[in-house]
């Protein structure tokens, strides 16, 4: 759940079939009537909706078209649920592959090789972003709004006063943490903590380890449970995860802190006058007053530094880990293949990227309209990387990457499982079909 990944604490039930009464009226049943009008869904983030509704509906109505752009909640179960009563909107932004490969199942998201150019796409995308939304070897989904996790923040003042510099490698990241403990601060600023769902910050640390350690291939295979959790590739991931969250003196707060701390304050010490800690792996949404210090918010630049997640070896294979929101066509009609095209340009995100959270998946994307170097630097990581790979517990089966991956790390964290019980639990977890 992306959403879910942007806060956790506050996710809020909504009854699926309620939201489906206020929208019954929007969705075209994904019909092949070209009426002028094309329906769009979303369930981004709010300014990242006005930005993109804005661009959308101009656009559209340059080319006679009249867009009608509504934010939704849930959209993977709401979308499915449409689905089945056949009141599907001509064009919704899908936050996880799996539900997009689940519409094709369905027949109701149509291939979109012949209605964008797809080899223009292939030139200027980050590398992976369209492999997220390939079916059977077919697009169905091409990322509009992206999101970055492979990253590692830190409070740039006392970071270079102290002459720290960014990792190479994996060995240089717990190099850079031994030296910045044996200044007398812990270098790692971690919790899990997130009511029900505690837990996530956990796998976002396997999916780095793992895709960093073993490689695109292996982790795409772990995603998709060719490669168990209980494997010579993950356990490897949990050394380096042992390592340096169970040490003693790595983390703020100590080993026993880390599952009863929610996530959103893993960061307060890294703020204090002398930092409480100095190193935070967590996504770019986390840039935000919801979850940071307004002043520190307040300039960015001055506050805030930030590098990749490193690779296994400097100078080898540097995948990154993401997600992101990909647009899938419902409707045959002429009219919703030319608002996919104006979803699928390069420039789409100019009127949300300077007052959002957005970054674009176009590497030729004005880096410009960003709204400051923090921003353009996270950009940046994923524009250089070799490539990108979606989220693999959002991609996972929601009993596996939402259920016991959650749990029994979070077991394993808190020293009421070993790791054999923990990684035996998810595998036996795994759905039978």
């Known amino acids: 759940m992306r959403i879910s990944r942007r806060g956790r604490t506050s996710l809020v ?14 969705g075209s049943g994904g019909g092949d009537s070209d009426d002028k009008k094309v329906s769009v869904w979303m369930s981004v983030d709010p300014l990242v909706f006005d930005g993109l509704k804005k661009q959308i509906v101009e656009e559209a109505k340059a080319k006679g078209i009249t867009a009608d752009v509504q934010k939704v909640d849930n959209i993977n179960q709401l979308i499915m649920t449409k689905i089945q009563a ?59 709004s992206m999101n970055v996790k492979s990253l590692v923040f830190y409070p740039k003042k006392a970071f270079d006063k102290a002459g720290y510099k960014a990792p190479d490698s994996l060995d240089a990241l717990t190099a850079l943490g031994d030296q910045i403990k044996k200044s007398g601060t812990p270098p790692w600023c971690f919790a899990i903590g997130s009511d029900a769902a505690t837990g996530w910050p956990a796998t976002d640390w396997f999916e780095d380890l793992i895709m960093q350690q073993s490689g695109p291939e292996v982790y795409k295979d772990w995603v998709t449970n060719k490669v168990k959790f209980d494997s010579p590739e993950v356990r490897e991931a949990a050394a380096y995860f042992e390592k340096t969250m169970f040490t003693d003196g790595n983390v703020a707060g100590g080993r026993g802190s880390i599952a009863s701390t929610a996530f959103g304050d893993a960061d307060n010490p890294m703020w204090d006058p002398k930092p409480g800690c ?3 792996k967590q996504g770019n949404f986390i840039v935000s007053k919801d979850f940071l210090p307004s002043e520190v918010v307040a300039n960015v630049d001055e506050n805030i530094g930030v590098f990749g997640f490193p690779p296994a070896e400097a100078g080898g294979d540097n995948p990154t880990l993401g997600g992101g929101d990909m647009a899938t066509l419902l409707s045959d009609s002429d009219s919703a293949k030319e608002v996919m095209k104006i979803l699928a340009g390069k ?30 630097s996270i950009a940046d990581v994923a524009y250089n990387t070799d490539q990108f790979l979606f989220d693999g517990s959002d991609s996972m089966p929601g009993a596996v990457g939402a259920g016991t991956f959650w749990k029994d790390m979070t077991a394993w964290i808190t020293g009421d499982e070993d790791l054999d019980t923990a990684l035996k639990n998810i595998d036996d977890s795994w759905p039978t079909s």
Request: overall charge negative; proline content about 7%.
């Open 86 to 144: 056949n009141d599907t909107p001509d064009i919704a932004l899908i936050p996880q592959p799996g539900v997009v490969a689940d519409m094709v199942k369905r027949n109701a998201a149509k291939p979109l090789d012949d209605v964008v150019d797809k080899s223009a796409l292939e030139s200027d995308m980050v590398p992976g972003t369209l492999d997220a939304g390939t079916v059977n070897d077919k697009l169905y989904g091409v990322l509009v």
């Open 278 to 280: 100095m190193l935070l």
């Open 13 to 26: 039930a909504v009854t699926v079939l309620a939201v489906t009464s206020v929208l019954a009226a929007c």
């Open 347 to 376: 420039d789409i995100g100019k009127d949300a990227a300077g007052s959002s959270s957005y970054l674009s998946p176009h590497k030729g994307f004005d880096k410009a309209l960003y709204p400051s170097d923090l921003t353009r």
